[in-house]
């Protein structure tokens, strides 16, 4: 969506979306918080986290395997 995130914690488990300060962290000091609004977008990865078709991959090897997993 493009949109920037700020994240009020000191960590997160997406560090993928701290690179190109698409997130910035801030907790310590909420007076920091417009200093990391401010902070421009340097870049997005369209596909971070894939492309959006996963569903129709999973189905295709589901009915074309020939191995039944119990």
């Given at each position: 969506?493009?949109?920037k995130c ?32 401010d ?32």
């Open positions: 969506m493009k949109k700020i994240t009020i914690r000191t960590e997160t488990e997406w560090l993928e979306t701290l690179a190109g300060n698409a997130n910035q962290l801030v907790f310590d000091d909420l007076a920091h918080l417009q200093a990391a609004i902070l421009p977008v340097t870049g997005w990865d369209e596909n971070l986290y894939g492309d959006g078709k996963s569903c129709g991959s999973i189905v295709d090897i589901l009915i074309h395997s020939q191995e039944i997993v119990v």
